[in-house]
C-alpha cells in the first residue's frame, strides 16, 4: 500500500510548534477483533470442523437417544444375552441381555462427564499450582515441584488398583483418581512457562510502574499462559477418556447398573471368539472417534491462539 | 573519477567477473498473495573486488543474496532472470548441481553467528564438513585443514580451540568460525550476510578487516550486505543501493559517497548520526515505511517518501541512467551530492546543563554501585563463582541533562540501567534519587517512587503485552498508580500518542500490528505516561533502521525539552551518544572508566580504550574511513566478567600496558574539571603523547 505523500505530511504539534511526521498504519484492513481472527483461523481447518461436527453428534448420541430410545439398562436378562442385531435390539445384546444400542449410549454419559471433568479440574488445579511456583520461584519453587515429582513417581495402575480393593469406586472417585494424577503435568508445563514469562521485557515493565504481584500474574502472565492452556485442557480430556477406558476394561470402575466403554469393550473382548462383533466394534469404534476428535481439536485450538499473535 | 577524486576503485576491470546477476526477480508466495521481494536486479562482482549491498531491511538485500546460493526460504522462487556464478549459470540448474556449487564455488556468512553453528558438534567437526561432503576428505585431512583454517581467520592457538563447542566461543570468534567454514572450499564468491550486526564495533572492526584481508589473500570476490553505511563506506569498492526490490544506485564507493545522485541514497547516508555531529540541529530522517511488496506502487518506488517527487514519478518507472561507465542510478529529479547539513536541519532548543557547575542539581547520584550475581551449579546448586555486572561505579546525572552510557555488551551497562529505574537492587554502594535513598524504601513507597524513574527497553515489541491493546498498555501504567478515572485516562493516552506521532486509532491495536519505528513510539509513550522525570533508555535505536532510527532520536530530543525530561540514554553506538548525550560515562567489564562531556570525551578521549572504541566506529565517508587507520586498534575481545583481569581490566587490551597495570587499579583522577578518568596513563593520553592505533600494534 503507498504511503500517500499527503498522508505523511507533516504535522505542526500544538504547543511545541516543531514539525513531527504522523505515521499511517499502512494496509492494516479496520483491526480485526481477535474473536474473528479465531473464528476464521478455526473454520479454515476443515479437518477441526468435522470434529467438532463430530463430537457434538457423539454428545447428541449419549444424552439426546436416550429420550427417543428407551431400553432397559437396570435388569439382567439372561434369556436375552449375546443376541445378534434385530429390529428390537438394533447392535444386539449384552452378556447381560442388556441393549448394547442403549448400553453405549449410557456408557457415553459417564465418559463424557468425566473427560470434561477431569479437564476442568486437572487444568484448574495446575494452573495455580504451577503459576504460584514458577513466579515465587526460590525455595517455595523447589518444594512444590518436588511434591509434583514424588506424585509422579507413584505407579498409577497400583494405586488404582489398590484402591478400588479398599473402598467401592463411585463416578466421582474416578473423577478424582485420574484428576489427581491429571493435573501433575499441567503443573509443571505452566510452571516452565510462567519462568519464561516472568523475565519477559513487559513483565518488567509492567513491575517498573508499580505493578504488585497480584496484577502482574492476574494480568500479564495468566493471560499468556492461558493460550498453552486451552490445548493442553483439551488433550487431558482426550487423556481421562482412554484412562477411562482402561480402568473400565480392567474392571477397575464404576460397578453395575452404570457403565462405560471400556467396560463394554471388556465385555466384548470376553466374547470375541464367539463372533459378538456388535459387543466390541461399536464401543471401539467410539472411542476412537471421540479421542481422535477431542485431539484434533486441541491442535485446531493451538492454530487459533497462535493466529492471533502471529497475523503478519 | 568526481566528486573529491578519491580513485577508490583499483583497475577493477582487468578482473574476470566472478557472479553476473541480470534482471533477478524473486517471489515469495504465501498463503494469500506473493510477495515481490527482488524485481529485476542486476549487478556484478569481480575477482577480488568487494561489493556492497546496501539498504532499509525489507528492501531485498537478503532474498537476493539466498537467491544466489539457491537458499530461498518456503515459498521463495526465482521466477526471471540470470544468474551466472563462475560462468555457469545457477537458474533452472537441477538441484544436485547446484548443491555441489553450493559451499564449493560460493559460501556465505550469517548475520547470527550463535543460531549458525551447531550447538552439539565440534567447531573442527564443523569446518570439516564441506570438505567431507564436496571432497570426500577423510578425518585426517578435514583436522588438517580445520587447522589451517582455523589460524587463517585468525583464532589464536587453533590445536587448542579446534575440539570446543561453539558456546565455548566468543561472538567475535564464532563469527571468524563462520567464515572459516564458509572458505573451507575456496570459494570464488564469499556471500556476507551483516556479518557484523550482531557484535560489538571492536569486533566489527576485527571481522571486516579479516574479510579485506581473506579476499586479497584468496582472490575471491565479497559481495557484502549490510545496512550500515558505514561499513560499506570503509571495506566496500563499489556499491548497490536497493530499495523496495530494486537497484537504486549503483557506483564505485567514492564516487556514490561524493555525488550521489539518488534522494533515498542520499537521505540515507544524512539520517545517520556521526560522532561529533552538530547537536544543534535535528537528524534529517526518511518519512513513512518501504512500501508493501505484495502489491507493489506504480511508477517510482521510492517517491511517497521522497521529498523530491512530482506527478511523473508516480506513474513512470525511472529507467537506471548512467552518469559514467561505474555510476548509475534511477531517479526522474536526481540530486548532486550529499545533503549539506545546513539544509537538512531543524534546529532544536539547546538546552541541558549549558549553566556552570553551580546551578546544576543532581537528581541521581551513585557512590560505589555494585552489583554482583552468583554463579551456581551442580545438584545442590552449590556457588561457583560470581559475575561482577557492575563493580563499583560513581557518577552523578544533573537535572535535565542527558547522560550517555557507552560501553562494548557485556560491561554491566544494562544491569546499570536497571538499578537507575529500581528493577534490580544493587549489591552494595548507595543510589540516591532527588536526595532519597531508594534501597531503604519500604514496598509502597517505592510504588510511589517509581513514577519518577521509567526504562525504555530496547525490543519495543517485547515490552508490551502481546495479549493488550496498545489502549489499554498505555493507560496501564495510571491504573496501578491509581491516577485519574477513566476518562482521563483516555484523555491522557490520546495526548501522548499525539505527541508521539501517532494516530489516535492506534489504542484499538495490538502491537503486532505496528512496524518497528511505531512500536518504538508506543513504547516511548508508555515510559511517558506517569510524567517521570528521568527515562533511562536502553538501546532505543540500535533495533531499527537508519532512517527510523533518525525519527525516534529526534522524538526523544523533541519531547526532553517539552517535559523537561533526565535521560540516561545506554547504547553500544558511539554516534548515537554523541549526538544524543550531554555528558558520557564509558563502561569496560563493570568499572567506569571514563566520565566527561560528550564535547569533551569525543575530542580529547583520556582512557586507552575511550580512545579505542571512537577509532573503531565505522564513518560512513570512504575519504575519512579509507586514510585513517583502517586497521583495527582495539585487538583481542572482552574478557570473562567472572574472572576479570587483575589491576586495571582493559590491561589485557591496552596497547600501553605498564607494570602497574597489572598491580593496581586505577583510580578516577580528574584531567580536566567534569572530566575523570581511571587510566594510569591517562595523562600521557589525555595530552596526546599516546594516540591508540598510531603506534605499533600488540597483538
Redesign the interface.
Known amino acids: ?5 499527503e ?2 505530511a ?2 505542526v ?1 500544538a ?2 510548534g ?11 484492513s479496520p ?1 480485526a477483533s481477535p474473536l474473528s481472527i479465531a473464528l476464521r483461523t478455526f473454520s479454515a481447518n476443515k479437518l477441526a470442523v468435522a470434529s467438532l461436527a463430530m463430537l457434538v453428534i457423539v454428545v447428541a448420541f449419549c444424552y439426546l437417544g436416550p429420550v427417543f430410545y428407551h431400553t432397559n439398562q437396570i435388569a439382567t436378562n439372561l434369556l436375552r444375552e449375546n443376541q445378534g442385531p434385530s429390529a428390537a435390539h438394533p447392535l444386539g445384546t449384552s452378556p447381560t441381555g442388556k441393549d448394547e444400542l442403549g448400553r453405549l449410549m449410557l456408557g457415553g454419559q459417564s465418559t463424557i462427564e468425566l473427560g470434561l471433568a477431569v479437564g476442568v479440574i486437572a487444568t484448574g488445579f495446575g494452573l495455580v499450582w504451577g503459576t504460584v511456583s514458577g513466579f515465587i520461584g526460590g525455595a517455595v519453587d523447589s518444594i512444590m515441584m518436588r511434591v509434583v515429582d514424588a506424585l509422579l513417581s507413584i505407579p498409577f495402575l497400583f494405586f488404582v488398583i489398590l484402591l478400588a480393593s479398599i473402598v467401592r469406586p463411585t463416578l466421582i472417585l474416578v473423577i478424582l483418581v485420574i484428576s489427581g494424577v491429571s493435573w501433575l503435568s499441567t503443573a509443571r508445563l505452566v510452571r516452565g512457562e510462567t519462568l519464561s514469562l516472568r523475565t ?3 513483565v ?9 504481584n497480584t ?1 502482574l500474574i492476574a ?2 502472565i495468566g ?2 499462559v492461558l493460550g498453552v492452556l486451552v490445548v493442553n485442557a483439551t488433550l487431558k480430556v482426550a487423556d481421562a477418556i482412554l484412562t477411562f477406558a482402561a480402568l473400565g476394561y480392567l474392571g477397575l470402575s464404576v460397578p453395575p447398573p452404570a457403565t462405560n466403554w471400556g467396560e463394554i469393550l471388556a465385555g466384548g473382548v470376553n466374547n470375541f471368539f464367539d463372533g459378538y462383533w456388535w459387543q466390541l466394534w461399536p464401543a471401539a469404534i467410539l472411542i476412537v472417534v471421540t479421542v481422535l476428535a477431542v485431539n484434533v481439536l486441541g491442535d485446531a485450538l493451538r492454530d487459533v491462539v497462535e493466529a ?5 | 573519477m568526481t566528486g573529491r577524486g578519491l580513485d577508490l576503485t583499483p583497475d577493477l576491470h582487468q578482473h574476470p567477473n566472478v557472479l553476473e546477476v541480470k534482471q533477478l526477480s524473486t517471489h515469495i508466495r504465501q498463503k494469500r498473495f506473493s510477495i515481490q521481494a527482488v524485481d529485476g536486479v542486476s549487478f556484478t562482482v569481480a575477482q577480488g573486488e568487494t561489493l556492497g549491498i546496501v539498504g532499509e531491511s525489507g528492501c531485498g538485500k537478503t532474498i537476493t543474496a539466498l537467491s544466489i546460493m539457491g537458499l530461498l526460504p518456503p515459498g521463495g522462487e526465482v521466477v526471471g532472470g540470470s544468474i551466472s556464478l563462475d560462468g555457469v549459470e545457477l537458474v533452472g540448474m537441477d538441484r544436485a548441481e547446484l548443491r555441489s556449487r553450493r559451499g564449493s564455488t560460493v559460501g556465505m556468512v550469517f548475520q547470527d553467528p550463535l543460531t549458525s553453528l551447531n550447538p552439539s558438534k565440534t567447531i573442527g567437526w564443523q569446518i570439516g564438513e564441506p570438505l567431507r561432503i564436496h571432497r570426500r576428505a577423510n578425518k585426517k585431512e578435514q583436522r588438517e585443514r580445520a587447522l589451517e583454517l582455523l589460524s587463517l581467520v585468525g583464532i589464536p592457538a587453533p590445536a587448542e580451540r579446534i575440539d570446543d563447542f561453539p558456546h565455548q566461543l566468543s561472538g567475535g570468534m564464532r563469527q571468524r568460525v563462520m567464515i572459516a567454514i564458509a572458505l573451507a572450499m575456496e570459494p570464488k564468491l564469499l556471500i556476507a550476510d551483516e556479518p557484523t550486526t550482531a557484535l560489538d564495533v571492536t569486533i566489527q572492526a576485527q571481522i571486516l578487516d579479516l574479510l579485506d584481508g581473506l579476499k586479497e589473500q584468496l582472490g575471491m570476490g565479497l559481495m557484502l550486505v549490510t545496512h550500515d553505511l558505514g561499513v560499506i563506506a570503509g571495506h566496500a569498492d563499489r556499491v548497490v543501493v536497493m530499495y523496495a526490490g530494486q537497484v537504486v544506485e549503483e557506483g564505485a564507493v567514492g564516487e556514490l559517497f561524493a555525488s550521489m545522485k539518488h534522494p533515498y541514497t542520499q537521505s540515507l547516508l544524512s539520517s545517520i548520526p556521526r560522532v561529533g555531529q552538530d547537536r544543534a540541529r535535528t537528524l534529517s530522517s526518511i518519512p513513512g515505511l518501504p512500501p508493501d511488496l505484495a502489491s507493489p506502487p506504480l511508477g517510482c518506488r521510492f517517491a511517497p517518501r521522497c521529498s523530491r517527487a512530482q506527478e511523473n514519478c508516480a506513474s513512470a518507472e525511472p529507467a537506471l541512467g548512467q552518469v559514467s561507465a561505474t555510476h548509475q542510478y534511477a531517479c526522474h529529479h536526481p540530486v548532486n551530492g550529499p545533503l549539506e547539513p545546513a539544509t537538512a536541519a531543524v534546529a532544536v532548543h539547546e538546552r541541558g546543563p549549558n549553566g556552570n557547575g553551580a546551578d546544576r542539581r543532581v537528581l541521581v547520584s551513585a557512590r560505589d554501585l555494585t552489583k554482583e550475581f552468583s554463579l551456581h551449579s551442580g545438584l545442590l546448586q552449590r556457588r561457583v563463582g560470581t559475575v561482577h555486572a557492575v563493580a563499583g561505579v560513581s557518577f552523578d546525572i544533573y537535572a535535565g541533562e542527558t547522560f550517555g552510557v557507552v560501553g562494548e555488551s557485556g560491561c554491566g551497562k544494562t544491569t546499570l540501567g536497571r538499578i537507575l529505574v529500581g528493577l534490580e537492587s544493587q549489591t552494595s554502594g548507595s543510589l540516591l534519587f532527588d536526595g532519597t535513598d531508594i534501597a531503604t524504601q519500604s514496598r509502597r513507597e517505592l510504588c510511589r517512587l517509581r513514577r519518577n524513574f521509567q526504562l525504555m527497553f530496547q525490543d519495543p515489541y517485547a515490552s508490551l503485552d502481546p495479549r493488550m491493546r496498545i489502549g489499554t498498555s498505555l493507560q496501564e501504567p495510571l491504573v496501578v498508580q491509581r491516577q485519574g478515572d477513566r476518562k482521563a485516562r483516555s484523555a491522557r493516552v490520546m495526548g501522548l500518542l499525539r505527541e508521539v506521532g501517532l494516530r489516535p486509532e492506534a489504542v484499538e491495536r495490538y502491537p503486532h500490528e505496528f512496524s518497528g519505528g511505531q512500536r518504538q513510539r508506543v513504547g516511548f509513550a508508555r515510559s511517558l505516561v506517569l510524567n517521570p522525570r528521568l527515562i533511562v533508555a536502553d538501546e532505543p535505536v540500535s533495533a531499527l533502521d537508519v532512517s527510523i532510527r533518525s525519527q525516534i532520536i529526534n522524538m526523544m530530543r523533541r519531547l526532553q525539552a517539552v517535559h523537561d525530561l533526565t535521560y540516561v540514554v545506554i547504547s553500544h553506538d558511539m554516534a548515537v551518544i554523541s549526538y544524543l548525550a550531554d555528558r558520557v560515562g564509558v563502561m569496560y567489564l563493570g568499572r567506569m572508566v571514563e566520565v566527561a562531556s560528550s564535547t569533551e570525551l569525543f575530542k580529547r578521549p583520556a582512557h586507552p580504550y575511550t580512545q579505542g572504541l571512537l577509532k573503531s566506529v565505522p564513518v560512513p565517508d570512504p575519504a575519512i574511513a579509507r586514510t585513517a587507520g583502517r586497521k583495527p586498534v582495539v585487538l583481542g575481545e572482552l574478557p570473562s566478567p567472572i574472572n576479570p583481569p587483575s589491576g586495571c581490566h582493559f590491561r589485557t587490551r591496552c596497547p600501553f600496558v605498564i607494570d602497574l597495570c597489572s598491580k593496581e587499579i586505577p583510580q578516577a583522577v580528574e584531567v580536566a574539571p567534569g572530566h575523570s578518568v581511571s587510566c594510569h596513563r591517562s595523562q600521557e593520553v589525555y595530552s596526546g603523547d599516546l594516540v591508540v592505533g598510531s603506534t605499533s600494534v600488540r597483538d
Do not use: C, K, W
Open positions: 500500500m503507498p504511503h500517500g505523500a498522508e505523511i507533516d504535522q504539534i504547543g511545541t516543531e514539525m513531527v511526521e504522523s505515521e499511517t498504519f499502512g494496509d492494516l483491526s519477559r521485557d513487559y518488567s515493565a509492567a513491575r517498573g510502574f508499580g505493578a504488585s496484577r494480568r500479564h493471560p499468556n492471533r499473535l502471529n497475523q503478519r
